[in-house]
């Protein structure tokens, strides 16, 4: 059994060792995922990020995710982060975070879930994830990260 909750205190190595651990991400961007675990766990009633851990039955974080609201719209919201567990990876935990942050959304009154990639190789994986549960790719932004290294924008209706 596992569950899905907010992010406490004691998650966060846990949460920065599993970032880390996929190998996806370069270091200032772990650094920048932890900055919004930190900003969420400094001020409780934020409502800018929403930072949630999948929790195996003794404890173990399988899975992150973080979600928020863009506030230049009426009812769009921002998956910022997803990661799971190098040696959980095709359990179906990714899929249970969207799931889980699509209902969040929904019940906050989203309409729209904006999922942000990059283009380069060692993103593949992701973007054949995203395939799987239903988001679009609805727009390219050449060199937006670097030369040759796109941003690629999908969007997830909320139902
Ligand atoms: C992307 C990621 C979150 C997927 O998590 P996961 O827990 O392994 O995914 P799931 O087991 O829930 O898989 C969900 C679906 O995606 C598919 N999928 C997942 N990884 C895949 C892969 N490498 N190749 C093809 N399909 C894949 C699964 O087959 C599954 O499809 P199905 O449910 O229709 O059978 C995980 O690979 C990850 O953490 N990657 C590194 C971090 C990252 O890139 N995050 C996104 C940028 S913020």
Known sequence: MTRIRPVEKEDREAVRALIEGTNAFKPFEVDVAMELVDAALASPDQEEYHPFVLVEEDGTV???????????????????????????????????????????????????????????????????????????????LPDYYDEGDDKLIYLLPVR
Do not use: H
Request: charged content about 25%; overall charge positive.
């Open 62 to 140: 399988g899975a992150y995710a973080c979600f928020g609201k863009n506030p230049m719209t009426k009812a769009t919201y921002d998956l910022y982060w997803i990661a799971t567990r190098t040696d959980r990876m095709g359990k179906g935990y990714g899929r249970a975070m969207v799931t889980f942050v699509s209902e969040q959304v929904r019940l906050r009154g989203g309409k729209l879930l904006v999922i942000e990639t990059s283009s380069q190789e060692s993103y593949g994986t992701t973007r054949r994830f995203y395939d799987r549960i239903g988001a679009t790719l609805a727009a390219s």
